[in-house]
């Protein structure tokens, strides 16, 4: 994400008010001219139309402080007066807008929603064209996390390829999942405030927000893949008994070689009609299954391996043969190499 090093100057005869919002240690914009506004946010986000409603915003001004992470960030965006802002589709992006001051309207092709402090917030996806109405002095606290995350974090959660994920824009900031969502954000500020623009997160600490969030995310806001992710869990009200003792089973023996008669032995039916129940309540071959399990093995084992741990050895243990598939697989589901994750933690 392509960050801007400086806060713009002030154009001269205006002046800008002081920042009393959050992460005032991260300036990157502020200004009163609404072109330089558009170009210099637009660099940290994405290219956007930006119109004043002067009628009723003499006072424009903007200002937006963002502490950036691996793969997401943190901001305070705020807009003197009232505006419309037109980004189209993010493309490369989800949003999480939360409301501090002011009002603010989002407006997609199937949905208007209204957003206020500690009512609504808005969920953005880089697919879904939008247009918003910030309005009377609106501040909001505003997550950004790559839209590459996103997907493969879902894709792994729902048992399928890697697609677009679509989310509701409406986060109902008064039920639980939108409470705890919120004070997770609140809490990524709290710690880079605390930490200063001069010292950044540790790899450790920043991997643990990044799998925080994106939990937050997927498992506690309404999205295209929402059902697929519970069936693929084992938490869809269909799902016959003989598919839960089979997955049970995968997870038992994860190491193991597969035997499908075996398998179908203990869940009690036929081999071909386990391979058809997998495909149609989990979307997913047995095979398949048991390399996603097994890779979600290896990678708790990488976290907490001693100094001078091997993968190969840790990979044969678990059952993997053909480290060089392994190994693509792994990157493809957790986004990064093993060895990557064995390095960020030692």
């Not at 299954?289 to 100094?307: E, F, V, W, Y």
């Amino acid at each position: 994400m392509a960050v801007a090093n400086a806060v713009v100057p002030m154009m001269a005869g205006k002046a800008m008010p002081p920042d009393t919002g959050r992460l005032k240690g991260f300036g990157r914009v502020a200004t009163p001219n609404v072109d330089e506004a558009a170009e210099q946010i637009g660099r940290i986000f994405c290219p956007h139309d930006l119109e004043p409603l002067r009628a009723t915003s003499p006072g424009f001004f903007a200002r937006h402080n963002c502490a950036p992470f691996d793969g997401f960030s943190i901001n305070y965006v705020a807009y003197g007066g009232s505006v419309v802002i037109d980004p189209g589709c993010l493309e490369r992006f989800f949003l999480v807008q939360i409301p501090l001051s002011g009002s603010a309207r989002v407006r997609t092709a199937a949905r208007d929603i209204g957003r206020t402090p500690d009512v609504a917030a808005s969920l953005l996806s880089p697919t879904v064209p939008t247009e918003m109405l910030w309005q009377n002095d609106c501040a909001q606290l505003i997550l950004l996390v790559e839209r590459k995350l996103v997907e493969q974090r879902a894709a792994a959660l729902a048992g399928r390829e890697i697609q677009a994920v679509e989310f509701d824009p409406l986060i109902d900031l008064r039920l639980p999942a939108g409470r705890g969502l919120r004070a997770q954000m609140e809490g990524l500020a709290d710690l880079a405030e605390g930490l200063g623009a001069g010292r950044p997160l540790s790899a450790v600490a920043a991997a643990d927000c990044r799998e925080a969030l994106l939990d937050a995310l997927l498992l506690g806001q309404r999205h295209g893949l929402s059902e697929a992710i519970r069936t693929f869990a084992g938490a869809g009200e269909t799902l016959p008994w003989a598919l839960r003792r089979a997955r049970d089973c995968l997870q038992a023996h994860a190491a193991e070689p597969l035997d499908l008669a075996q398998l179908a032995a203990v869940a009690g039916i036929g081999v071909r009609a386990l391979q058809l129940g997998f495909q149609r309540h989990f979307g997913t071959s047995i095979s398949d299954m048991l390399l996603d399990i097994r890779l979600s093995h290896l990678n708790a084992q990488l976290k907490r391996a001693a100094p001078g741990a091997r993968i190969i050895d840790i990979a044969f243990d678990l059952g993997f043969t053909h480290l060089g598939r392994m190994a693509g697989a792994y990157r493809a589901k957790f986004g990064e190499t093993p060895s990557a994750t064995l390095r960020r933690l030692h």
